[in-house]
């Protein structure tokens, strides 16, 4: 009937903002130069999808290690964006439910992106999606050709979308031959230097309000040079995310430095298993 | 009763035009003698079709690497047929089905086709209807059994049918013995030197109306040879549906040369991988 | 009840003549003295079915390459017996059926055929009817299992049974312990010998009412020496079914004997993979 | 209810002797001091279940190659025996049953025999029961389970029972841990020699009343000298299923013992793959 | 409401000691000191269950090769603890379950077992129970993973539990890594000597009421020497359940002695495979 | 509706204080200094989730081998937070349940913690919830996906939630890539040297109350030493679990030192395996 069919094809306006903004909770910290170029190739395909004739559709991959920022950043370039219709489509939003439960929430997320001109669908942590586990391995090839598919097909005419997928398992993805159906992918790195951990302690405020005086900052850098020690190595190879929780670990602890000292050579460690 | 009997023998007069020229969305540029050799023998097979009382039925599957083109050619093929039944099986119109209505839906569309005299049914994309997936492997043999039977099942006394098939994976699909399946094989290839590359960047318009003077075609070279400096080849061996998406992305850049240029690189080095 | 009872019993006649005759659709060209040999041992198991008192049940597999004329010869050897009640059992007539309908439909035939006095029961392409593919390998062990039981199974008193079945894929029966339920093996051969080509040419009327002349034997002749020298080799190696597809191919184009003689290398080729 | 109580227990007197009979459709031919002596062996469980206070329970495999004669050896052990009750669990009865319909036909038979005094189930061919094929390996687990458990089930007080199973495949049943279920097991051999294959002849009547004349043996010696020129040995290694069908395929050709010599040849020369 | 409620409650007293007396069929025959070892270190963990406060459950498993005795010993010390609830889980009691019949018959002896202040549960035949067989391997885990649970789950407070299980696959046990489940473990050897065959012979009365006089020892002793003799070891290596069996075989035999020798000389050296 | 609103919001008081007391039943005993800081660790985290603002979820993982006491340490440490809603996840609190319960189970506790303000979940035995066999391997992946998501879930704004979970199987957790989930890894340690041991007997009481005597010790002493006699080895390598089992059975018997004696040397000769 008419009213039914009003609502099929009123765009379906919903910027999940709140959802979007719960995965930067502790902001985009400016500590290396990386930062900046992935936020920019980000609004490059932003305008592509705004602007051109001949992609309405443009879909890229954010990769790299655990906790490296990936989710954050696929959520900055989306909210940057200010695309009418932003959707996040991620593992804890559809925990226990069925693979047919999965493919339904996921064609309908693309469907209501179809409605709206300009619109940004976040997949987040696709490994996670097809409920991937290496040991078989396992997955759910059902959720998998879904995804395959969504991402590939091609809007209605005057529709636009914008695909901005995250994973910590390229090579995984490559293996399931899912690399092709991207049009670009942005490699996301760990933290690399000292120098880029001193930064992010600072932003952190591990001291408090102290942390950004001259005493701050020289037992700032007293950490950079224990850890170093410990680890005897300057590669710090241990992402963003890990990094803040040692934080707010060490916060609790009467002898900080010492127990943020042990987290971050522990997890220096971890890395070269 | 009578009139359930009437439709049910009644042509099923539809040709999928709208769906098939959205394969075709950037038209088929002329880039090599290839292309025109690939569209000569499709043409073959259409009249082959239209005449032999012998075949009936013939079966063509193009093959080739990940957006060389297959889908568009196979359409085209099949739009200039004239005939009067049409239909396109594509992954993207079975989203979320589940297997036995796979299976269903492909069984109609082959029902419907033994009803018109003369007809065409592109068959896209095999792997992806399949759900084939090389991890396990796994895919869908009730799926794929339905087609392996389907491209073979002669038609009722008095209809006649042309199939074209569209395949990345050859090779699965001889590992799965269904190439015996077909009648004959056409390979569609990649976009091979700079001359054709050339081509295709003046079709595209990448410099907009300039890029047919004399200056865009200067520049145009200018391209050609940059590649070729950061490539150290003049193999290309991409697809051309990458290179127009390659284009469009290199608009949105102010430094519209270098990004085409970095983007072709890279996607000439991937394939080396 | 009586009427049920009765129905239970009345004897199934029922020759699939039409069906069965779809599989000649070409006719039978008797192009080497293999022909003969096949058609005749068929009626060898012919009679021992109609006339022996201790063997009321004969089954007999045709196996060879595809396309090589077996599903052709298995029908004919039945329309031959003029049996009363003839059935075919092949996967086109049960395209999307589930394996449990497969089981019972493939039941409901022998079930049938165990009414009439006198029945052969054609059972085409064993290991599509089975679901059969190399990658896994998947098959579908109920309807196997079903096979491999019932074609074994002594009919009811007073009834008898001549069992036609066909493969491509004898070494994978072979594997299944399939080949012990069959009291015998018949090997059908691809066409061997130029000289064995020309007949097929020259039946299959290539040149049109031409073809039967002095001038169309000459070009036939000349055919098969240019085939001979593009390939540099006396094996054909190619089954019946493809070649009689060439021609008609062959017939579409203008350069006839061309394109004929591209088509029979290229498959001549093929074989050699 | 009572009438319901009644019937559970009152004992299922039912030999199936048709059904069994059937099984030894060409007889038992002497043709071998093993055919006695696997006779005898059989009878010595069928007195120890009707006489033994401690085994009321017997289980015993007939195992050997496809058509050696196990079956006919265990329906005439079976009939032998005169027990009251004697079933035959075959897959040729349970064509196209689910795997629960088959577990519980199997145990419904079970039951019915632990209500009568002496028992005999025939457990025929267990490979099939089990929906065994070698590619995988597949089978029917809780049909084995099932068989396992129930072979090994002591009867309630008062009953006995004795189980003939057979197989071809022992090494199978080995690996599948099931032969430490039986108490016994006795191998059925082929046809060995030719002087038994010239017993087999006679008994079967190749040439029909004359067999039994000086000629005929004549013409029976001159066949097993044939037979080993042509495969240079004097190793059968056929079973009697096999020798009884060609003999009646040889019937029907003009030249009848070149037939039934060339079938036999071959027989024996597949033996050696 | 209230009955209920005090049903759930009740103790289910019940020993099912029909069903547990029936396991040992041939009573326990004290052939060799192990015997008693095995009971008096049954009824050191009865002791433990019975008084320990801190140990309201012990768990222990007999294991050993087929037909060793393990199911007649772990009846014997279950029936031996005089605990009011004693219950028997067998395959033989759940033929044709399905795994969740299966999974919930378990559970609910359990339950009831958790009921009584002091209790026996009797799991007998593991590897049976969860449906094992070693090609594949294929059994049921969601039975497994009950039995890992429920075998280590501490009963309510004031109830205690003493579980006796059963298997012939130690080995198979360890590498579904249920073995640490177990408090402890207890062997059941294979009947060893040459003597301890001796004390079986006369204590099955091999000979009826002679065996026991002079003469029927001496005849005990020849077929002791002659088995030795024809088998070349001293080694026995058969479990007692085979050769219970064996003595009631050879009672049928008129030639009873030398029936048994060669029984037990083909289970001696089947024994080496 | 409004009562329905009001009882989805209202925080799920309720701490399994007797669930987890159970987990105790031994209590804590301060063999060595390893348990403190364990301890110690474990209240570090507790802080962490009761203040700081950036990490309101942290997921701690106790791995050690079989009978260490790590569900005694988690219910422990849970316990001492204080916190007003704990839950306890276990598999003997699932028995027989689906994988479908099981996973609404799991997500049913994770949503009741989200209505507290500070919340602990102890998700005890992850490789006996997820239904791990190391045969096949098997396992259920949707519980596994479950807990993957959820363990990383962050909690809705002002709610805190502290994860403790179990296992034996740290390695299989590795290679199901689930070990980055948590944001903390704790080793529980077995009993290592025979001091250890000596704190334990005397805490257990072996003796009764005489254990604290200067006789009882001189005893205690006496077993130490014994055992390192017999096992020739001064690293014990037994969880306290086991040694406490081992206490009570050496209870029941008459000679208590040479029982626990063997039952210890038992146990340390099978950690070699
Ligand atoms: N420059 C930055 N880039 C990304 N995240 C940052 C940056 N600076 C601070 N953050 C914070 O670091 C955290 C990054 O976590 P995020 O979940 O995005 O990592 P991830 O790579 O998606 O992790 P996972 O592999 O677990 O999915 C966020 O809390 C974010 O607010
Ligand atoms: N000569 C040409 N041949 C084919 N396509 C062309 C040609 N010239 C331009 N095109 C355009 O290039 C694109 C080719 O994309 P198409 O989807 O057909 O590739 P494909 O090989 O089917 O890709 P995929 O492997 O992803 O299925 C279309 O947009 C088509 O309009
Ligand atoms: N001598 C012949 N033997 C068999 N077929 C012949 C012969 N002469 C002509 N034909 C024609 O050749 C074709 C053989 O095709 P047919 O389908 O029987 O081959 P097939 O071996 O069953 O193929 P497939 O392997 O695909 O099942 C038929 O059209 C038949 O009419
Ligand atoms: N001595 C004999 N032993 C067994 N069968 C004999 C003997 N003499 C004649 N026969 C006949 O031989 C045939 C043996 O076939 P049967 O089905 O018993 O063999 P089988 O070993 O069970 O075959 P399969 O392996 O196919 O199950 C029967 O028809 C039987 O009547
Ligand atoms: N000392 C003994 N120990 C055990 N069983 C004995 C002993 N003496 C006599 N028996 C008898 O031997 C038989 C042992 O069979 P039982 O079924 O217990 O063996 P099992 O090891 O459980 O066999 P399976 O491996 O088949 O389960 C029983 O009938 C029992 O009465
Ligand atoms: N220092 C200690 N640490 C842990 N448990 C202790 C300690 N002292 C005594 N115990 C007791 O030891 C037992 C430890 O058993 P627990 O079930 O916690 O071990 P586990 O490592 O979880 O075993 P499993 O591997 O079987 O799950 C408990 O009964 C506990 O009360
Ligand atoms: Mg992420
Ligand atoms: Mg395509
Ligand atoms: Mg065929
Ligand atoms: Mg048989
Ligand atoms: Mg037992
Ligand atoms: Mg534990």
Not at 228 to 234: A, L, Y
Not at 247 to 267: G, I, N, P, W, Y
């Amino acid at each position: 009937d008419f009213l039914h069919a009003l609502e099929e094809v009123k765009p379906a306006f919903g910027v999940n903002e709140e959802e979007l903004t719960t995965c930067i909770q502790n902001g985009i910290i400016n500590y290396s130069p990386h930062i900046k170029s992935i936020l920019d190739e980000g609004s490059l395909y932003t305008e592509q999808v705004r602007k051109s004739e001949h992609t309405p559709l443009v879909s890229v991959l954010l990769h790299g290690p655990a906790g490296a920022g990936k989710t954050a950043l696929a959520a900055k370039i989306g909210l940057a964006s200010g695309f009418p219709f932003i959707k996040l489509i991620s593992p804890e939003s559809m925990v226990g439910y069925s693979e047919a439960a999965k493919v339904a929430t996921i064609s309908k997320i693309f469907e209501d992106a179809y409605k709206s001109p300009l619109n940004v669908v976040v997949v987040d942590n696709i490994e996670r999606l097809v409920d991937w586990v290496p040991i078989g391995p396992r997955f759910s090839n059902s959720v998998l050709q879904t995804l395959m598919v969504l991402m590939r097909k091609q809007p209605p005419k005057g529709r636009r979308l914008l695909i901005l997928a995250t994973t910590t398992e390229r090579s995984v993805l490559q293996q399931m031959d899912i690399l092709d159906t991207f049009d670009a992918q942005i490699g996301v790195p760990n933290v690399a230097k000292p120098q880029e951990l001193g930064v992010i302690l600072e932003a952190a405020e591990i001291f408090g309000s102290e942390t950004k005086t001259d005493a701050g900052r020289k037992r700032v850098q007293q950490i950079l040079s224990t850890v170093q020690e410990q680890t005897r190595t300057t590669e710090i190879g241990v992402g963003i995310k890990r990094i803040l929780v040692g934080v707010e670990t060490a916060k609790q602890d009467q002898s900080m430095e010492d127990r943020f000292v042990e987290l971050m050579s522990r997890a220096i460690n971890d890395r070269m298993v």
